[in-house]
């Protein structure tokens, strides 16, 4: 089975810190995605990647960053935590060779105090 | 804009009947489709994967259908159970984004006994 790992389930941090999200997947996958989840608005694409060093930018990459170091790992960095980016952070991945299909995290909700 | 439509209303259904659920887009040319199910405090779960040169797709009681000329893919839930009973996303993908999905909001289904 695919598993897809996210450092934390619940977070609370206060404005201005930096916040690190951590990501593993367990398959070897290629690509890497980060998005958050919020009521109304939908699952919206932060930031991707397809390699390791690699990342492209998603509908909304303002505020973040992202590091992909090792194939298996996808870091999403908050650089100064604001309040309007407390919401549930998703991970995925997807697999060779059925690369458009998306093997989700269980979330990380986030509260920037 | 691209913009992906699904009933924002909640759907209920009575245990046994057949639940239809619908996912209309606009200024977009998919690829293909897919549907996921997400259930609360949890991340999605891929369901099925249809493509633009395919009508129908079924898995078990499940029935995806995909009309490039109206732009909209229906979602059938046969012989509906409580289990069933979740929010279902539909996801748009095409070969400009790479394997980047564009996701509906959702659709809150609840199946009563």
């Known amino acids: 089975d695919v598993k897809v790992t996210q450092s934390s389930r619940y977070l609370v941090k206060r404005t201005g810190e930096k916040v690190f999200l951590e990501c593993v997947q367990d398959?070897?996958?290629?690509?890497m995605f980060w998005y958050r989840q919020d009521p109304g608005l939908g699952l919206r694409l932060i930031y991707f990647s397809y390699d390791v060093k690699m990342k492209e930018k998603g509908d909304i990459p303002e505020g973040y960053s992202v590091s992909r170091e090792k194939k298996e790992r996808f870091s999403l960095i908050l650089e100064s935590a604001s309040t309007n980016q407390t919401s549930m952070y998703l991970c995925?991945?997807?697999?060779?060779?059925?690369?458009?299909?998306?093997?989700f995290g269980p979330g990380t909700r986030l509260l920037v105090l | 804009s691209q913009k992906i439509e699904q009933n924002s209303e909640a759907l209920n259904i009575q245990e046994g009947k057949t639940a239809t659920l619908t996912c209309n887009y606009t200024n977009y040319s998919p690829a293909y489709l897919q549907w996921y199910r997400q259930d609360p405090g949890r991340g999605p779960v891929f369901l099925l994967l249809?493509?633009?040169?395919?009508k129908e797709k079924r898995k078990e009681r499940l029935k995806v259908t995909f009309d490039t000329t109206l732009k909209q893919s229906l979602f059938h839930i046969t012989a509906s159970q409580p289990a069933d009973s979740a929010t279902y996303l539909c996801?748009?993908?095409?070969?400009?984004?790479?394997?980047?999905?564009?996701f509906g909001k959702g659709t809150s289904l609840l199946v009563t006994p």
């Open positions: 398959m070897d996958h290629e690509n």
């Open positions: 995925a991945s997807s697999p060779p060779p059925h690369q458009e299909t998306q093997y």
């Open positions: 996801a748009l993908g095409d070969s400009n984004s790479g394997y980047a999905l564009n």
């Open positions: 249809i493509r633009e040169n395919e």
